[in-house]
């Protein structure tokens, strides 16, 4: 059976998201053929102006409303941290957990040749500027702990020694066991680096 | 972190949907983030003409292009068997099955007390009419396999009865265990059915 073009073409677009395969994509868009004309005109709207609404802030790279951005105005904020993170979502998670009170720079992305990003696809030239200032006193790099971040974090670091920047600390998140998980089911490598951090009771 | 608005309005349509939780409307939404505005708009046109370029076939009430449906005014089709299904994404899976010829009747759901959904909620009055003519043979009651399914396939079988139009055959389709499953993981209904259903080699 030949399904009408408007159902075809919502099925193609949701197949486009990341997890959601062709058979989730139908089922979606057969459930949104029970919803009324003004629901569907508010999913357009929201896809509409999710990009036309925000802007990236000028100093860190967040999404934002306003530039700078509300944390990069915010006066109560510690300005001498810097903490470095892939992706604006990161800085929700961190802000979410509420136990940093740094400013932000968000690289959009990590060094990962296999997909051609290289340190130029990254927004790694205005972090610099930013680390002149004497006020800094340390840089987290909060890359993911995965082979490209990594390397990101390890290439920033270096780049910083060349340019003779290093009158601050610079950082990486800790490594272990995450909080309730079981020895049992840690990997090797976390095991390890659980092993090398640890802490005298 | 108050995220800006319009990344808050998408993340909230988003979770309206079945299956997509708060995390995964999230991730999605800064996903659609590093997508260009056409594509966006893409996404929003697609939202918009699901329901403006479709049609209910009047006489199954299939979605469709046309009224009436591709099927409907196929004359190709077996005009005397009439299969009944709860949603047209039923259709679309047995059309692709391939197996069947005949036409649909699509009741865009099954009775459910718990939800309020009782027969007058089903398209089920323009059916009896499709039964009177001569030259129905059968009429296949494919709801699905689920209380609500059984019970709705119960009561058109019963309203059918009721109304003298018992000239023809009522089926519903077999139970049993699924090509590829596993003898060990099937349930005891089912298994019971699949006894029941046995057949001689």
Redesign the interface.
């Known amino acids: 059976?030949?399904?009408?073009?408007?159902?075809t073409?919502?099925i193609?677009?949701l197949e486009?998201?990341?997890?959601i395969g062709p058979k989730?994509a139908?089922?979606?868009?057969?459930?949104?053929?029970h919803n009324p004309?003004t629901?569907?005109?508010?999913?357009?709207?929201?896809?509409?102006?999710?990009?036309?609404?925000?802007v990236i802030c000028s100093i860190c790279n967040n999404?934002?409303?306003t530039d700078p951005c509300?944390?990069c105005s915010d006066i109560s904020r510690d300005t001498s941290i810097i903490c470095v993170v892939e992706?604006?979502?990161d800085?929700?998670v961190i802000?979410?957990s509420g136990g940093y009170t740094g400013l932000y720079h968000v690289l959009h992305g990590a060094i990962a040749p296999l997909n051609n990003i290289g340190p130029d696809q990254l927004h790694l030239k205005d972090l610099l500027p930013r680390l002149k200032s004497d006020t800094i006193r340390e840089l987290i790099l909060a890359t993911n702990p995965t082979m490209e971040g990594d390397a990101t974090a390890m290439y920033i670091a270096k780049l910083i020694e060349e340019k003779g920047l290093n009158n601050f600390k610079i950082t990486r998140l800790g490594r272990g066991l995450p909080v309730g998980g079981d020895l049992e089911y840690a990997d090797d490598i976390t095991l390890t680096r659980a092993f090398e951090g640890r802490k005298e009771l």
């Open positions: 059976m030949r399904l009408p073009k408007a159902i073409r919502l193609e677009q486009k998201l990341p997890g989730t139908q089922r979606l868009t057969f459930y949104l053929l004309q629901e569907l005109d508010n999913f357009a709207a929201a896809f509409q102006n999710l990009k036309r609404e925000t999404v934002a409303e509300r944390i992706q604006p979502l800085i929700l802000e979410r």
